[in-house]
């Protein structure tokens, strides 16, 4: 019986949403844990949090074979979000664990955070509102994107809508990504390229891809050399994929003009150096967590367990 079911809630952005707890008891769960603390469990929490649980809706947990040897109730977990690089598959399927998920659920409050980033560096908007606060008067207007070429590496859900959002400013846009889409390229009008030839020639470039082994710092000195002194970075997919001592650097000795980091190898980030300098925004992971994509990505992860346990219908 579905009231037999506990699921168990990680996530904080869900937890601290009432529409979608009450959806889930809504549907019949009655026992329903969610994150009371209302930040990241530390290992040891999330060991003893999902030990209770058949089921999870989980968001950036470290989903470990150390965690999933202790937790033998639990059969399934539902990813709150898209992005799958901290859970161990193999893990999972040794211990018989379903993972539910589903892809580009949150794809839009992603790029529209990417391009708001491209907007305030370029046009100076952020530069020049913190200068106005602390009473300096710069009148420099920075650059429009229109027209310029922009490199998107990763050409998944998020990279996509970013073409999307891009087209009234005619962009020429170079992409890069290890799965063949040719015949989507020839339809927007993209480039492929090599990531080095969008490092080189892109003004803006903006990062889209998982994290994994080979592009674990992908983004490090080397890469940043070949970029124009005028370029711009943006990464609102994961933490590691910009090596972050070697961005500081960059942007430190004007290597690159700016930046904008969402996701942080450490999060909160510790490099308060790093946070401060002038010439980067920094944003505490929200790419995801615009109020339409929190509900959007919930009901989602609602729904994957409701068919995973054929427990009814659910109507979001």
Not at 94 to 117: D, F, I, M, P
Request: net charge negative; glycine share 6%; proline share 3%.
């Amino acid at each position: 019986m579905i009231s037999s079911l506990t699921v168990g809630v990680t996530t904080v952005a869900f937890s601290k949403d009432a529409e979608l707890i009450n959806e889930l008891k809504n549907i019949g769960f009655q026992k329903i844990f969610i994150n009371e603390p209302q930040r990241r469990f530390t290992n040891e929490e999330l060991i003893e949090f999902l030990s209770q649980c058949d089921a999870a809706i989980v968001g950036l947990d470290k989903i470990t074979d150390e965690v999933l040897s202790q937790v033998p109730k639990l059969k399934a977990i539902s990813k709150y979000g898209v992005g799958l690089d901290n859970i161990d598959f193999a893990a999972c399927k040794k211990y018989n664990v379903e993972v539910l998920h589903t892809q580009g659920v949150n794809k839009r409050s992603v790029s529209e955070l990417a391009l708001g980033c491209m907007l305030s560096l370029s046009r100076n908007i952020y530069v020049t509102s913190n200068e106005l606060k602390r009473g300096q008067w710069n009148k420099n207007g920075g650059t429009q994107i229109s027209g310029k070429t922009i490199g998107i590496i990763g050409v998944g859900h998020i990279g996509k809508d970013m073409v999307e959002l891009l087209k009234p400013f005619r962009c020429k846009i170079l992409v890069n990504d290890i799965i063949e889409q040719d015949e989507y390229y020839q339809q927007h009008d993209l480039q492929l390229v090599t990531k080095e030839e969008i490092y080189k020639n892109a003004d803006i470039i903006t990062i889209h891809t998982p994290l994994t082994d080979e592009l674990q710092h992908f983004i490090n000195k080397q890469a940043l050399s070949m970029m124009k002194p005028s370029a711009i970075v943006i990464n609102t997919a994961r933490g590691g994929l910009i090596d972050q001592d070697d961005l500081k650097w960059a942007l430190q000795n004007n290597i690159i003009a700016a930046a904008a980091i969402d996701a942080y190898e450490v999060e909160p980030p510790q490099d308060n150096e790093l946070i401060a300098l002038p010439n980067l925004i920094t944003t505490p992971h929200i790419g995801g967590n615009a109020n339409e994509a929190v509900k959007a990505m919930g009901r989602s992860a609602i729904e994957n367990i409701v068919n995973f346990f054929n427990v009814g219908s659910y109507d979001n």
